[in-house]
């Protein structure tokens, strides 16, 4: 593979992370993605391998994806975005983790103190618990897959993958022959040095325990490989303990790590950690401030010397339980609030609000807690009880982006429009160049219709993102809305350049087009978008709609049935086929079609005149005025039914009325020649021929400005007439 190829179609190569035996993995960017971020690809090349080894190795390769998704569901393990197979290689794309390795903080002569090496296990074991929870060994726990993620300093563990199994399936086609290409560390890590793939629990907390030992010692593997002692046997083999300054209890639990085999191994990370947890509480120094309190030179009466004794252990005791709930309480609430992240992350939204709530009865200005709680509560749909959470929040933290961010989105979600604009206001108001919250209020301007204040937002996004699709189609939205159609096409079109595949980008363009009169212009997006959808309905109503305007009215009809198909309550694509079946003189079936489309929408005037027309063509006057009449009580601005009302009362020799309905036409539309036409005829009949040469030269002359050739000359023949 060349660095800039495109895989997928969307993610763009950029350099060569790392290679193994079995392929590369690669920077690169999803250009598909707004502003397009940057993502990691595994490339796993099948080579000449037989089709049955290439078979079982796809088939393990869908199996281990699937579990790596689900493990990512943590939000300290690299989120899986895709998997795929191309050009005779397997691929899986995760996020990339900006940061640096633990091995940049494992320094040969840096030693740890003990509590810094707790909180190191603590969080490593949080994920490895969560991993094993899932039934699965990670394997490779090394410092060079743990990250200290460099947006919250958290560590993100890495390494997830199957070339175990995969090597050994190539191996069974090559007697055992292949390559290995381990770094000389790696051994260090695991429990024993050929150690297969099928290892348990055990390994990975053996692997962790080795990087404690590396960190409280300050030594490499190299260095600490010197001490082992190889009459023990795999197991608890490092001497370690006389070369870092840390508690009986503290290494114990480091020695249970190393011990791979034996009954008295730890059984999970699980059992780890409560462990830990009771280092900390009771390696409190608290006995020589006792000692210290009572003068030993002060000679006492006995009875008062044991009552002051008394009262000077009481407030010792007070003292004492004071000073470890003072020490307990910040770690009991971290240990509530993690558990609660935990919880949320198996998707337990209830059990973690459960956590969170115990966090602030201990601490009510938990501002975490209210932040992670308020999520919490907006994924169960509790909008106003989230937004009361981050209204706490930001109270505590009047800075807080993030806060303001998702309040804004509850807001929205709840229809309250001005409410979100000004929280994404307060969003860039901290930072100028947030060009999602740029988008987002964009998206709040456009529902209160406020289409040129969202053209500028999302103006403001492109700038700081040329490449977010999202914001090329929505300012394409808001364009249209305010009637610039061309501005609309133009941001359609790059939106297609950057997501060329997209079925939305399509039909919005088609929807452009249409309303430039380019019909087929719209009926090539429309076809496009159907292909990307071939079940989408609006997609056909719409080609319909692009097909009655290009005179193919055999294709309007069918892509209306299509659409009827595939959903029979399509008020559109009855409504449409009504005037296909109208154009084609099917009167009937027209009309049974506007019924239905009245049937389902009983204010859809458009519906009324559309029935009116075929009520007329089939010999249905009354009824076709029955129809013209519904239509203008819905929409008495609606010229087009005045006119057609107007032309029926003409041919019922009701003048009167005729020119009543045809003089209002005019007056709702100066440009309607028909109407003039019809209203020149009438006032000939009536013998008005003054009148009517006037209205016949007016309507001649929108003809002719209209480009009507057919119906100017008949303009021009009826003026013969009158002269």
Excluded at 49 to 55: G, K, P, V
Excluded at 294 to 299: G, I, M, N, R, Y
Excluded at 674 to 692: E, I, P, T
């Amino acid at each position: 593979m060349t660095i800039d190829q495109i895989v997928d179609k969307r993610y763009q190569l950029i350099k060569v992370i790392s290679e193994s035996w079995w392929g590369q993995t690669y920077l690169a960017e999803d250009i598909r993605r707004p502003g397009s971020p940057q993502c990691a690809v595994k490339q796993l090349r099948l080579g000449a391998r037989s089709a049955e080894a290439q078979e079982a190795i796809v088939t393990l390769f869908q199996e281990k994806a699937a579990k790596i998704d689900k493990l990512s569901q943590h939000e300290q393990i690299p989120t899986l975005l895709a998997y795929f197979k191309e050009n005779n290689s397997l691929y899986l794309v995760e996020d990339y983790i900006v940061g640096e390795p633990l091995t940049t903080q494992l320094i040969p002569g840096k030693s740890f103190e003990e509590k810094e090496v707790i909180r190191l296990l603590e969080e490593v074991l949080e994920i490895l618990a969560f991993v094993h929870n899932e039934g699965v060994v990670h394997g490779k726990v090394k410092p060079a897959n743990l990250i200290g993620r460099a947006s919250d300093g958290r560590l993100v563990l890495l390494g997830f993958s199957f070339g175990g199994e995969i090597k050994e399936i190539s191996m069974g086609e090559s007697n055992g022959k292949t390559a290995q290409n381990k770094p000389a560390d790696t051994e260090f890590y695991r429990p024993e040095k050929n150690a297969k793939t099928n290892q348990n629990y055990n390994s990975d907390i053996y692997g962790l325990g080795r990087i404690a030992i590396q960190a409280l010692t300050g030594l490499s593997p190299a260095q600490l490989t010197q001490f082992q002692d190889t009459e023990l046997g795999p197991t608890v083999t490092l001497q370690w303990r006389d070369r870092c300054d840390c508690s009986e209890e503290f290494t114990e639990i480091i020695d249970r790590m190393l011990d791979y085999k034996s009954e008295r191994s730890y059984r999970s990370a699980t059992e780890v950690l409560e462990e830990l947890e009771n280092i900390e509480v009771v390696s409190q120094p608290v006995a020589t401030e006792i000692q210290e309190t009572v003068p030993a030179t002060k000679q006492w009466d006995k009875k008062a010397k044991w009552a002051a004794v008394g009262l000077l252990g009481l407030a010792l005791l007070s003292g004492t339980v004071i000073y470890l709930w003072q020490q307990q309480s910040p770690m009991k609430t971290k240990r509530l609030f993690e558990r609660g992240r935990e919880l949320a992350q198996l998707g337990d939204k209830p059990g973690a609000i459960a956590f969170y709530n115990q966090v602030l009865k201990l601490n009510p200005e938990a501002v975490e807690a209210y932040y992670q709680r308020a999520r919490e509560r907006y994924q169960q749909g509790e909008l106003t009880e989230a937004i009361a959470d981050y209204t706490q929040a930001i109270k505590l933290k009047p800075a807080y982006g993030n806060a303001y961010y998702n309040r804004a989105i509850a807001y929205h979600d709840l229809g309250n429009y001005g409410n979100a604009i000004a929280d994404f206001t307060e969003v860039l108001k901290l930072n100028p160049d947030d060009a999602e919250a740029y988008y987002q209020r964009g998206l709040n301007y456009y529902q209160i219709e406020e289409y040129d204040l969202a053209v500028a937002d999302y103006s403001s996004t492109i700038l700081l993102q040329p490449k977010n699709v999202n914001a090329h189609i929505s300012r394409g939205m808001a364009k249209a809305a305010t009637g610039d159609r061309p501005g609309a096409l133009a941001d359609y079109t790059e939106a297609l350049k950057l997501s060329p595949e997209d079925f939305l980008i399509f039909y919005n363009r088609g929807r452009a087009r249409f309303h430039l009169a380019d019909y087929r212009g719209a009926e090539e997006d429309y076809t496009k978008a159907i292909e990307l959808q071939p079940n989408n309905v609006e997609a056909y109503v719409s080609r319909c709609s692009a097909y009655i305007n290009l005179g193919d009215h055999s294709k309007a009809i069918a892509d209306c049935s299509k659409a009827i198909a595939l959903d029979p309550k399509a008020e559109g694509a009855y409504n449409n086929r009504c005037i296909a079946y109208l154009n084609m003189g099917e009167h009937q079936r027209a009309a049974e079609d506007c019924s239905i489309t009245i049937g389902m929408n009983s204010i859809n005037e458009k519906a009324y005149s559309n029935r009116g027309l075929a009520r007329s063509r089939s010999g249905d006057k009354l009824g076709a005025i029955e129809d013209f009449t519904a239509a203008i009580r819905l929409n008495p601005s609606n010229g087009i039914a005045y006119s057609n009302r107007g032309l029926i009362y003409s041919e019922r020799r009701e003048y009167s009325k005729a020119i009543e309905d045809l003089a209002q036409a005019v007056r709702l539309n100066p440009d309607n020649g028909r109407a003039y036409f019809n209203r020149g005829m009438v006032r000939g009949k009536l013998g008005d021929k003054q009148g009517a040469i006037e209205d016949l030269r007016k309507s001649a002359n929108l003809f002719l400005e209209q480009g009507r050739a057919e119906e100017y000359q008949k303009a021009q023949s009826a003026i013969a007439q009158f002269n």
